[in-house]
């Protein structure tokens, strides 16, 4: 019988609690609810007003993985959605608003993908992102070079950049902007990418050609544009293990010397929000949004 459990007034159907969804770890479907339950605190700042897309993994992730951008079919009637504009036309999309909507997707085993703008406001960006993706033999450890190097020159620019893994092998930069678009967004980051690879030629590549790649850092600007998504801070992965895209310091980037130091599973993020709480904070308040030069 599928347990009902009832979640700031709402009835919600929980379906499959025992499933072991990181066969890895034993992680069950029961601890990802509890997770996010217990996450929600901080998460669902960063998921408000935006339209989510989810990447499904119900049988895990050695199991089908599916994107669904499109309000799923059963949705229930008191989720939150919205018309988001597309360039095949307008489509209805999630907004994760509540604690109730965020149980109710995260029993559909799934990463949360927001995009760098507000439902209001879908036309303006009020996030820059990097998306830092190593090439092995490059690990998050080359990453954190390259991170270092593009939040000095973001800074030279008056543009304060924030940090999290990307819960896989990489790292996410992370900015609050504002007065831009989402394409002079990303032609500003294209042109920080470029300087970076010139900046730091053996290190860094700005282009996606994938035979570029190995041994290097592709700094993927390309994750501005209105039409992508970035996982959202805190968001389960699908991976063997129950990754989360975590935010850390500065700090712990400077020191990093091994990938191991910067990999975040579900049980460790209580810990960490109880020494720093929410690390990317700064990101939800309109005064420190900076501006392209």
Known sequence: MTPITEVEGRRLALSNLEKVLYPATGFTKAEVLHYY????????PHLRDRPVSFLRY????????????????????????????RSEGPARMVLVQDLA????????????HTHQWLVDAPGEADRLVFDLDPG??????????????????LAADGIEAYVKTAGSKGLHLLAAVRGASSDQVSE???????????AMPRLVLHRMTRSLRPGKVFVDWSQNAARKTTATPYTLRARAQPLVSAPVTWVEV??????????????????RLQDHGDLLAPLLDADNAGRLP
């Open 101 to 112: 909507s965020l149980i109710w997707a995260a029993n559909l085993v799934t990463e949360f």
């Open 37 to 44: 339950a217990t996450t929600a605190e901080v998460l669902l």
């Open 188 to 198: 500003y980051a294209k042109e920080l990418a470029v300087e970076a690879e010139k």
């Open 58 to 85: 119900p049988d895990g992730p050695d199991g089908q993985v599916f994107f669904t951008k499109n309000v799923p079919p059963g949705t229930p009637d008191w989720v939150t959605t919205a018309e988001v504009p």
């Open 136 to 153: 092995p033999p490059a690990t998050i450890v080359h990453c954190c070079e390259v991170a270092l190097w593009l939040r000095e020159r």
């Open 254 to 271: 400077e020191d990093c010397g091994a990938p191991a130091q910067l990999t975040f599973q579900a049980p460790d993020i209580a810990p």
